[in-house]
């Protein structure tokens, strides 16, 4: 592989791809984060993967291969390599001719999986390059197939159930299914369906007993979409079957109950957290997906602007203080704080957790699981922490004063503190504090900052397309121009890829609010949150929806979605925007 000279923005600027000042920005998230140069450049949306996959293979001098182009897939013999590699290293066999194998592979630079293949395959290889994500779709579709919508048309789950019922039509379901037996059909019905929302990329499931059916929904992106609706009869035997998998007690209806499955999915350990909980029809029941990989995925992956990076990973680095991340149920607080940990986690650094649950298990990290039923509270492991020297401690929720106390000691005592709160924007976490009945001069003192944020979806980049003709209701509210929005706003068309929804992934829009003197002064003061709100604005902070501004003019998102997400009063805005 004879490599160009050219740097891989250069080639991109060479051939009209991306200007010079794309590239610095992209150039300047890469060394602030660590990544490299393409993530960077599809990250921030200037780039698609398939581009920066075209220009790497320019630049080692390789071929680039289209895997999606028609007639590709019957050039691909997975025969070739064992499973176990096509699968750790993502690569795709195309032909052996003697001791020469030609190999698709998407990441040029991993010189030393070259050399591990050629010594396990025995072989010389011939590498082609091709987009990851072109790799993953091709495998995950069993081989060039693309991925089912959302809602297909066949059910899976019903064939399973059908299977099920035809052995007891007028039977007890209670009595006459077996929930235990691996080759239950119930059984294969529950691991189809916790199999089946992992491949879809939820993030929950949602079983929920109706009046005259068990109605299941996968939460995908953040938005519940409906996958099918189960007989009545089913409900019994589906929710003891699920209920048995996390360990719970199946004769006990009447209170709610939470228990954890482990399953092996396309050989990636998955946790589930499961919740019941007694309703009118019936219990219902909710299965939390927990992936390893997702509080790994890195800081600008989490949607981080690189001067709100910048500030982030300046506060993180500090000896002490207290910094809290805020914002509803669902929007991301945790994976913000783990991916801050596992930043900081290195042997010279002492970080002890206090969780309630413990939901991912950190190598390095000491992490203490809060069980009130026998004392062990956020307040009894605070206070056990502090004679354990630690230098990082990760307080899972704020809750009470007792609990932010002993928080804002250790904080004054030398060390940092992250936690979270239940506020919604990041100058409330001041007076949340407070009202919770802390002295504001504590609060004052130990706080050096606040990051409030939601989770947006982001346009699907397989049918992104200029919008032509954008909502300008939601233009106003977003605080975008006609002049800004001119040719720059995008939206997803709909395809499998995002099964037609035009949106796939999401990522973060954030609002920092570095403590000044002058905040300090105001928190001390009692001053109300719209004084904190303007100090914090004139000291630089950028608002959600500012933040959101930036996603929508980059491309990433759009106007509806972040007018959804913050939460803004959108008859009010709109009709005082016309007056």
């Known amino acids: 592989m004879a490599r160009s000279k050219k740097k891989l923005g250069e080639i991109l600027v060479g051939w009209g791809l991306l200007n010079s000042a794309q590239a610095d920005k992209a150039a300047q998230v890469a060394k602030a984060s660590g990544k490299r140069m393409g993530e960077a450049l599809v990250e921030l949306g200037f780039v698609t993967e398939d581009q920066v996959s075209k220009a790497l293979a320019h630049q080692f001098g390789m071929e680039y291969v289209d895997i999606a182009a028609q007639g590709m897939s019957s050039k691909i013999d997975l025969k070739l390599v064992p499973d176990d590699l096509v699968k750790k290293f993502l690569i795709l066999p195309m032909s052996k001719n003697g001791g020469r194998l030609q190999l698709v592979i998407h990441d040029p630079m991993d010189l030393e999986m070259l050399d591990m293949l050629r010594f396990r395959l025995n072989v010389e290889i011939e590498p082609k390059l091709a987009a990851r994500s072109q790799i993953k779709q091709f495998l995950d579709g069993g081989g060039g197939k693309k991925d089912k919508a959302i809602a297909p048309t066949e059910s899976l789950i019903s064939e399973s159930m059908d299977r099920t019922v035809d052995r007891s039509v007028d039977r007890s379901m209670d009595k006459s299914i077996d929930i235990a037996s691996e080759d239950a059909p119930i059984v294969r019905l529950c691991n189809r369906i916790l199999t089946e929302a992992v491949n879809m990329r939820a993030s929950d499931i949602h079983i929920e007993p109706m009046a005259d059916r068990v109605r299941l929904r996968y939460r995908i992106d953040g938005v519940c979409i409906e996958r099918d609706n189960l007989p009545s009869r089913m409900q019994n035997a589906l929710l003891s079957r699920v209920k048995l998998m996390s360990s719970m007690n199946i004769a006990e209806k009447r209170v709610p109950q939470d228990g954890r499955i482990k399953l092996p999915v396309n050989d990636v350990q998955i946790d589930f957290r499961v919740s019941a909980c007694p309703a009118y029809h019936g219990e219902s029941v909710v299965l939390r997906i927990l992936r390893p990989e997702s509080v790994r995925i890195g800081l600008v992956n989490i949607g981080f602007e690189p001067d709100t990076l910048a500030a982030f990973n300046k506060i993180i680095r500090r000896p002490n203080g207290i910094f809290l991340v805020t914002g509803p149920t669902g929007s991301g607080k945790t994976t913000t704080l783990y991916s801050a940990l596992d930043t900081l986690n290195r042997p010279d650094k002492k970080i002890i957790t206090a969780e309630d649950p413990v939901e991912y298990n950190f190598t390095g990290i000491n992490q203490c699981q809060v069980r009130e039923n026998i004392g062990l509270t956020f307040s009894a492991i605070l206070k056990s922490m502090l004679r354990q020297a630690p230098n990082i401690i990760l307080v899972g929720e704020i809750r009470d004063k007792e609990v932010a106390e002993i928080a804002i000691q250790a904080a004054l005592t030398g060390h940092l503190v992250f936690s979270t709160l239940h506020t919604n924007d990041a100058p409330s976490a001041i007076t949340r504090l407070v009202d ?105 902070m950028r608002p959600l929806v500012g933040d959101g501004k930036i996603k929508i003019l980059s491309g990433r998102s759009t106007p509806d979605e972040i007018a959804r997400s913050t939460q803004v009063d959108l008859d009010n805005i709109s009709s005082g925007a016309a007056a």
Do not use: W
């Not at 001069?441 to 990051?451: D, E, G, K, N």
């Not at 509210?477 to 992934?505: F, H, Q, S, V, W």
């Not at 829009?509 to 949150?529: G, H, N, Q, S, W």
């Open 436 to 540: 919770m009945g802390v002295k504001p001069f504590l609060v004052a003192s130990s706080i050096q900052a606040v990051l409030a944020q939601r989770l947006i979806r982001i346009i699907c980049k397989q049918c992104k397309v200029p919008d032509p003709e954008p909502d300008h209701k939601y233009l106003n509210l977003t605080g975008i121009t006609p002049e800004e929005a001119d040719g720059k706003i995008m939206k997803g068309a709909g395809c499998d890829n995002c099964a037609r929804t035009g949106y796939r992934g999401r990522q973060g829009i954030f609002e920092m609010m570095v403590m000044t003197a002058a905040i300090r002064d105001l928190a001390f003061k009692l001053a109300p949150v719209s004084e904190l709100r303007r100090a914090a604005l004139h000291a630089g």
